[in-house]
C-alpha cells in the first residue's frame, strides 16, 4: 500500500509541473488574451443623463434624424440603403438616439408618456407602412424607473433591401427636477432588427 501511494504522489507531482510549465507558455498567454471578450465602446449622453453602446462599424457616432419633435442630444446611425419615393431617391438610417422629453408629452405617467412619444416620433413617414405595438412594459435603468414601447413596422412599398424594422421608445424619470429622458430606436431587418434593439436597450445604464 505505502509502494502505490508513493507512485500515486509521484504522478500526481508530474502532471502538477507539466500544468505549470504550460502555463507560462506565450501561446497560452495568447489564447488567455484572444478569449477576453473586449470592452464595449459607449455614448455618453451628459443631457439626458444616460449611456448606451455604440454598436460596432458600419455603426457611428451622430444620430441622424431631424430634431423635430425632440432635440437629440446624443446618438448613432447607420446606413441601411436607399428607397424611391415621389420621384425622390433617399437614403435610409438604422437609428439609436437619445433626447429630454419635451415638456409638451409629460404626464406624470411614464406609461402614456412613453405612448405618446410613440405616437409622434415616425421615421418612416416618407413610406407607406404600418406599425403595430409588440410590447410595452415597465423596467428600470440603473435604478431608475422607466417604461419602453417596443413596436414593428411593416412597409406597402417592394423592392426595399429590407423587409421590417424593429424599434422601441423608451422614457426614463430621472428624478425630481429632472426632465424626463427619452430614447427612439430603429433598426431594419437588414441591419439586426429585433435584436439589434435589444441588445441597445439592454446596455441602457
Request: aromatic share 8%; charged share 15%; net charge positive.
Amino acid at each position: 500500500m505505502s509502494g502505490f501511494a508513493v507512485i500515486t504522489l509521484g504522478a500526481l507531482l508530474a502532471v502538477s509541473w507539466m500544468v505549470m510549465q504550460m502555463a507560462k507558455l506565450p501561446g497560452t498567454a495568447k489564447l488567455s488574451a484572444a478569449t477576453s471578450a473586449p470592452p464595449h465602446a459607449a455614448l455618453a449622453d451628459q443631457n439626458a443623463g444616460l449611456s448606451y453602446e455604440l454598436l460596432p462599424s458600419p455603426w457611428h457616432d451622430g444620430c441622424p434624424m431631424r430634431d423635430y419633435p425632440v432635440g437629440w442630444t446624443s446618438g448613432e446611425g447607420v446606413l441601411a440603403g436607399h428607397v424611391s419615393t415621389g420621384g425622390q431617391r433617399l437614403k435610409w438610417y438604422g437609428n439609436a438616439c437619445a433626447g429630454l422629453l419635451p415638456k409638451g408629452f409629460r404626464s406624470g405617467s411614464l406609461a402614456k408618456e412613453a405612448a405618446s412619444a410613440f405616437d409622434a416620433i415616425d421615421t418612416d413617414s416618407a413610406l407607406s407602412h404600418h406599425r403595430t405595438v409588440t410590447s410595452s412594459s415597465a423596467l428600470r435603468v440603473s435604478g431608475h424607473k422607466a417604461w419602453v414601447v417596443r413596436f414593428t413596422v411593416r412597409f406597402s412599398a417592394h423592392g426595399l433591401p429590407w423587409s421590417s424594422e424593429a424599434g422601441a421608445v423608451t422614457v426614463i424619470d430621472r428624478g425630481s427636477g429632472h426632465a424626463p429622458a427619452v430614447l427612439y430606436f430603429s433598426v431594419p431587418s437588414n441591419l439586426g432588427g429585433t435584436a439589434t434593439v435589444s441588445t441597445l436597450i439592454t446596455s441602457l445604464r
